[in-house]
């Protein structure tokens, strides 16, 4: 029997009066001026939360703690598989590492409103980053360290950072990755240079430093952290940003999604209660990174919001050393709510198909298994609620909302789960179900997920510099909702099924990734006419890219050749995050009369989906050729 639920009374009582709702979970979080308005329709692109409120994001996050008693309490608990280190930072050991590095950043002008790009490993020293960024009222710009210079070059001009904080290297379970050659191509290709970048000398690699650009962190840190060098939160209004996280759009350049303060710290740390349902001082774990909104949301903002304990895991959930790695941390730890992509289950599951690891360990401590990021597929949720005993929640959210758009909120107690479902929209979210015309789907059909207007505290106010492509990307296509560019139906219960993208956005092992921003890299190559990347079904990581290629006339190179320099290219310009694997020259491409490629036919034909000929299709003959190129390279899935 389901635990009786407060959710329908919760989610009436926001829709009833959402000012209200908003206004009491503000005063969960201290502010220099309290917000005594939840909401101005008439500010931003679409308005803005809480347009009088005053506070900071790293003093409720830390400060605030330590004034209520916690400071002895572990604020992070680092756990890193790769390099056999182990460390623990209480609440006012975490304050003495983010003054000392926001006294580096004053030293080095770091202001108010000033960006400061992160690009580093899972690490202590990033999460300190971006507590002391946020500590002087500054921006931060997480960039994930599994992206190459090109990306990170376009995200330095986008947001221009005063300064940038990194470390020499990031360790893979099968090689050591150098950061710094990375971050030094990526400064000489950008237009917007920094004027200091401050680089954590990792024992794994040490790098050079630039004279008079680099500054060895730990050294910078050493003389503050001597002299106990205190450094104010500084005062910031609810509606300046705390962050920009670059995430993918349709083409090759990244949406910087812009995170305000105060709707950011009042909506996270409401889900931590309601949606979680993890008290201050529980030890709470999302095995994600911080490069991505799921490490932002959940490994730093939303626990430290709450007076948690976060895990920072610097593994893999296989082969860090095992399958076991996930189930040893939650004993070590004492983890109560464990939060991953269900890729990562997949891979679990491969390797230790039985779960006889998890019986090594006493797991008892966890109560509830999170899953987001990706479509939650039957087989994997099965499976965890089997071996691990605890509820399997299903949650839907995306960078862009930086909390559940849907989900099952534990907190307000259980909804029956519809495996196949995240469950139904959260308070704040009034979603809808539109078909092309714009028109509600009746119950049951496939059609565009929207949101209606105006979208939840916490969600993104516009794009960094780019209110017009906000607009355009979200808001134009059905007036007065955010499209999510997601398709999905709902049911009668309300429950809330995603089913695909809309764009041409794909998801490899729950990373977000743009094929038309691949297309633009391959289209670089010398020898390639034009092309097309589709994303097709994988057991493990959901999806892969696949790219098709048709050479200029007269190039006579192996096609072998020129294939496995298009991988390299993707990996060299995207990075290894793209998962790029498979380049398949062929002599033609399938299109409309219009000149469209039918990417979707294609897919179907490689995921062995049935398919129809497209009534608009220019020549029909090109399918057969496609069909049979998949055919001997193996591609074509068994039937589904
Ligand atoms: N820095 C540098 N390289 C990185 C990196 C980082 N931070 N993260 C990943 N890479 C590299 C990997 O080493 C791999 O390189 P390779 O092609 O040389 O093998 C490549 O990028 C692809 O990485 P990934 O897709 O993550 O595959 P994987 O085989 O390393 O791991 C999983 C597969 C399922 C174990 C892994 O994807 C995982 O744990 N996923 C959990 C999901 C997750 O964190 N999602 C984020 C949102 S919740
Ligand atoms: P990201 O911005 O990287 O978090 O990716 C967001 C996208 O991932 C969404 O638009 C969905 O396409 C997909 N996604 C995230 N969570 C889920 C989920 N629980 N079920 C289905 N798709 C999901």
Not at 108 to 120: F, N
Not at 220 to 239: D, E, F, N, S, Y
Not at 321 to 334: K, L, N, Q
Not at 435 to 446: F, I, Q, R, V
Request: net charge negative; glycine share 10%; hydrophobic share 40%.
């Amino acid at each position: 029997m389901a635990q009786a639920s407060s959710y329908h009374d919760v989610y009436k009582a926001w829709k009833t009066d959402p000012d209200g709702f908003w206004l009491e979970q503000a005063k969960a979080i201290d502010w220099f001026e309290a917000p005594t308005r939840a909401f101005d329709a008439g500010m931003g692109v679409y308005g803005r939360w809480f347009p009088d409120g005053v506070g900071n994001t790293c003093h409720n996050a830390v400060d605030r703690h330590i004034a209520a008693g916690r400071g002895d309490q572990d604020a992070i608990i680092y756990d890193s598989p790769v390099t056999g280190a182990k460390a623990r930072y209480s609440y006012s050991g975490l304050l003495k590492e983010v003054e000392a590095l926001s006294a580096v950043l004053r030293d080095k002008g770091v202001e108010k409103g000033d960006r400061v790009l992160i690009y580093m490993p899972m690490i202590p020293e990033a999460v300190f980053a971006m507590l002391a960024v946020a500590r002087l009222g500054a921006i931060h710009s997480v960039v994930f360290g599994g992206f190459a210079a090109h990306e990170l070059t376009t995200r330095i001009d986008d947001c221009a950072p005063k300064l940038i904080i990194s470390a020499s290297c990031g360790v893979e379970p099968s090689r050591v990755v150098p950061y710094k050659p990375l971050l030094d191509h990526a400064i000489d290709l950008a237009k917007s240079k920094p004027s200091a970048c401050i680089v954590v000398q990792r024992e794994n690699l040490v790098c050079d430093l630039v004279d008079g650009r680099d500054i060895d962190y730990e050294k910078a840190v050493a003389a503050h952290k001597a002299a106990g060098t205190k450094i104010a939160c500084t005062p910031v209004k609810a509606t300046d940003p705390l962050y920009i996280l670059y995430t993918s759009g349709t083409t090759g350049s990244p949406k910087g999604v812009v995170r305000d303060t105060g709707g950011h710290m009042v909506a996270l740390n409401w889900t931590m209660g309601a949606i979680y349902g993890v008290e201050p001082g529980e030890v709470y774990w999302a095995a994600s990174d911080v490069g991505w909104v799921v490490g932002h949301s959940y490994i730093v903002y939303g626990p430290l919001l709450r007076g948690c304990t976060t895990i920072l895991f610097e593994g893999k959930p296989v082969g860090t050393p095992d399958a076991g790695t996930f189930w040893r941390v939650i004993e070590e730890y004492g983890v109560v709510a464990l939060f991953t992509a269900p890729t990562a289950f997949r891979a679990i599951k491969k390797d230790d198909p039985d779960g006889r690891l998890i019986g090594k360990y006493d797991i008892k401590s966890l109560r509830t298994l999170f899953l987001a990021g990706e479509r939650a597929d039957p087989d994997t949720i099965i499976w965890a609620q089997e071996h691990l005993d605890v509820p399997v929640i299903d949650h839907w959210w995306q960078t862009e909302t930086g909390w559940t758009i849907a989900g099952n909120p534990v907190g307000l107690g259980m909804l029956p789960v519809k495996i196949g479902s995240p469950t139904v929209a959260m308070p704040g979210y009034d979603i809808r179900v539109l078909d092309d015309s714009g028109h509600e789907a009746p119950d049951g059909t496939l059609g565009n997920i929207v949101v209606k207007l105006p979208l939840a505290p916490g969600n993104l106010p516009t794009l960094w510099n780019a209110d017009d492509r906000f607009r355009s990307a979200y808001l134009r296509d059905f007036p007065g909702y955010y499209k999510t560019a997601d398709a999905g139906i709902r049911d009668a219960d309300g429950y809330i099924f995603v089913m695909s993208r809309t764009d041409d956005i794909i998801n490899v092992a729950g990373h977000r990734l743009s094929t038309g921003g691949m297309e633009e890299v391959i289209a670089g190559h010398r020898d390639v006419a034009e092309c097309a990347v589709i994303g097709i079904s994988d057991p493990m990581k959901g999806q892969m890219p696949l790219g098709l290629i048709v050479l200029k006339s007269g190039v006579t190179r192996p096609h072998a050749e020129i294939e496995k320099e298009v991988v390299q290219l993707v990996r060299d310009e995207i990075g290894p995050v793209a998962a790029f694997k498979t380049a398949l020259v062929v002599t033609r491409l399938p299109k409309t009369r219009s000149g469209k490629i039918l990417r979707g036919t294609m897919q179907k034909i490689a995921d062995g989906e049935a398919w129809k000929m497209p009534a608009t299709i220019d020549d029909p003959a090109i399918i057969e050729e496609i069909t049979d190129a998949f055919a001997a390279r193996d591609i074509i899935k068994e039937g589904n």
